[in-house]
């Protein structure tokens, strides 16, 4: 079994900064791309950035050039940079990752962390 925890959220000022961080742990062989969410109330649950497996990143439009998206594949975290945060960003923020585990591999299985609150105020 594979757990994905977040922690970093919290209250953040309209203009400021926060920085999320989900650790992996558990039966890991190798983690696949790893992502993170947002929800907010009565929204569909969407994806904010990607950090691919081969390096690669993507970003939700919105967050392009304030969000910035890293891992670190020996420690098997992910974290997620917020700057220059926006009311908008105000959600839950879920980090998702595909794993092979000793159990499944080679085949890629999805875990979802719990999601931490970022509330962004003036």
């Known amino acids: 079994q594979v757990q994905l925890v977040e922690s970093g959220g919290g209250l953040g000022k309209v203009g400021g900064s926060l920085r999320l961080s989900c650790q992996a742990s558990?039966?890991?062989?190798?983690?696949?791309?790893m992502y993170w969410y947002r929800q907010s109330p009565g929204n569909q649950r969407v994806m904010v950035a990607t950090a691919a497996e081969d390096g690669s990143t993507v970003y939700l439009e919105t967050v392009k050039g304030r969000f910035t998206v890293s891992r670190d594949n020996d420690k098997n975290t992910v974290d997620l940079q917020m700057n220059n945060l926006a009311p908008g960003d105000t959600a839950v923020y879920y980090c998702h990752a595909k794993v092979r585990t000793r159990g499944t591999w080679p085949s890629l299985w999805d875990y979802w962390g719990q999601g931490t609150q970022v509330t962004v105020s003036s």
């Open positions: 558990g039966s890991i062989v190798s983690i696949g791309d």
